[in-house]
């Protein structure tokens, strides 16, 4: 399995045609409280880059992108009743959605965990 | 993944002043934002934390932004009684209203509260007066073009503003200054707390007993780190406060209060007592009476979300299918463990239970016109 991040801190596991989708703990960590998230439909077809998910923190509501294109089959329910599984466990129990991927080759762009240290680095 | 932090774009293209406070913040761990043209904490340890610690205990908040302003001079009780619709002729020695600029129509121009000083005891000032951040440099120019040349407005900005806010914010105080134990809710006086004279009262914009104190701001680090030695208090952002003050239905200016808004259709009609509706004479007196004879076209009321999605500013909301109003501030709320809002809906519209949906992005989600506060205030009056 292959771990990549985005510029706009989300993170991909990819394990064969199945991509699982979360935000990062630098996200979290940067929104707060996070009192809800709103989930994609399963059977969804998105294209890269667009808007898949919201969570809202106490304050302010934030998009989240899909970061690769695909369809979704699954959603972590677990998040209806804890939103805040993304502020406690951002890279694993808290992720997101699971997406079937079309186009591998979209992942080549994104970043590998030492390099996403890198860039949150210099923000 | 993209933010809007709707406190953090105001006023992004100026550069951001430093408050007297901002290292102490910094050393903190402050996550700090722009704010009405500041560096301001938004909060600590994160706003829920906050927020509930403020709801059982007492939060240190940095209001430093708002403007504190003296009058004094001949008449100034009559030319203050032009510009704002509350009795201040009436005002006692060390006691507080709640009060708002209008503008000619009854437009909201701002909110704030005044005090009468005893005499001389804070600057040799009349008349104090505290007014938002966000608005207070408009809100002089206002003043100036319609104040008489006898009465002189000072600019006190050589003072910091800290509001000390909870249950327990009463007994904290009194560990530093015991005579602030017998204030009451709006009432304020003259203290001195290791020789720093501090203008204090008894008020605040969160709902609990608290405190706002005036200090110099050559002091106020020291001040906030008496207090935060005290076990009962943490520093407090900006972000728990809006939470805090929205729990208590406490309208914020510029959101829930505007130019476009009258004192009467925002339910801020116990801020102008009988003698000035009767008699008139300030600014705006026109729409007070019309609204008071005819009704608002539209209310301030306070909204009960179901489920859990949050609607913030902006949010339309819906009777049927007519548009009937909009969501002017809105979030996730603490202490009633469920999203609330704040919003304007038509008069037909604003009964308490009046069932009503909102949309957010493009989902309609059921909620219900509610009695505010929606946290109970905890103000200590008088026995």
């Known amino acids: 399995m292959s771990r990549y ?8 596991d990819v394990e064969g045609e199945i991509a699982t989708v979360g935000i990062t703990d630098y996200a979290q960590e940067q929104l707060g409280d996070i009192v809800f998230v709103e989930l994609p439909a399963e059977g969804t077809a998105f294209e890269k880059g667009d808007d898949a998910a919201v969570v809202e923190s106490v304050k302010a509501a934030s998009d989240v992108y899909a970061p690769i294109s695909g369809e979704v089959v699954e959603t972590n329910s677990a998040l209806e009743d804890e939103p805040a599984l993304v502020n406690s466990d951002a890279e694993e129990d808290g992720w997101f959605f699971k997406l079937r991927v079309i186009d591998a080759s979209e992942l080549e762009g994104l970043m590998n965990e030492a390099a996403y240290k890198k860039f949150v680095a210099s923000l | 993944m993209s933010g809007n932090d709707d406190i953090a774009h105001i006023e992004e293209e100026l550069p951001l002043q430093n408050l007297p406070l901002d290292g102490w913040h910094r050393a903190r761990g402050a996550r700090m934002v722009g704010f009405a043209g500041y560096h ?50 009436g005002l006692k020695p060390f006691r507080q209203r709640y009060s708002m600029l209008l503008d000619e129509e009854g437009g909201i121009l701002d909110d704030l509260m005044v005090s009468r000083l005893g005499d001389g005891a804070f600057g040799g000032a009349d008349i104090y007066m505290v007014v938002n951040g966000a608005t207070k440099y408009d809100d002089m120019g206002w003043m100036i073009e319609h104040l008489p040349d006898e009465v002189v407005m000072n600019h006190m900005d050589e003072q910091a503003l800290l509001a000390l806010q909870g249950p327990e914010a009463g007994e904290a105080l009194a560990t530093l200054i015991p005579e602030t134990a017998d204030l009451i809710f709006m009432q304020s006086g003259l203290f001195t707390w290791r020789g720093v004279p501090l203008w204090i009262s008894r008020s605040g914009y969160t709902g609990e007993d608290g405190f706002e104190i005036s200090v110099p701001a050559a002091d106020a680090a020291l001040l906030a780190d008496a207090l935060c030695a005290l076990p009962q208090v943490k520093p407090i952002g900006l972000g728990a406060r809006d939470s805090l003050r929205l729990e208590a239905g406490l309208p914020l200016y510029g959101h829930d209060l505007t130019p476009a808004v009258s004192t009467i259709g925002a339910d801020l009609g116990f801020a102008i007592q009988k003698r000035r509706r009767e008699e008139g004479g300030f600014i705006g007196h026109a ?70 949906e909102i949309e957010v992005r493009g989902k309609r989600i059921a909620a219900e016109v509610a009695q505010m506060p929606f946290v109970p205030h905890r103000y200590r009056r008088k026995a």
């Open chain 2, 287 to 356: 729409r007070v009476m019309k609204e008071l004879a005819d009704g608002p076209g539209s209310k301030r009321v306070g909204l009960r979300i179901q489920g859990r999605l949050p609607a913030r500013e902006g949010a339309p909301i819906f009777a049927g299918g007519a548009r009937v109003g909009e969501v002017t501030s809105g979030g996730f709320a603490p202490t009633v463990g469920a999203p609330i809002a704040m919003g304007w809906v038509s008069l037909p519209h604003s009964a308490i239970g009046a069932a009503l």
């Open chain 1, 5 to 12: 991040f985005t510029d706009e801190h989300e993170w991909i």
């Open chain 2, 40 to 89: 301001m904490p938004i909060q600590y340890e994160g706003i829920m934390a906050e927020h509930v610690w403020t709801r059982e205990h007492a939060g240190l908040f940095d209001v430093s932004h708002m403007g504190q302003l003296g009058f004094s001079g001949e008449g100034v009780d009559d030319a203050l009684e032009i510009l704002l619709p509350s009795d201040i002729k």
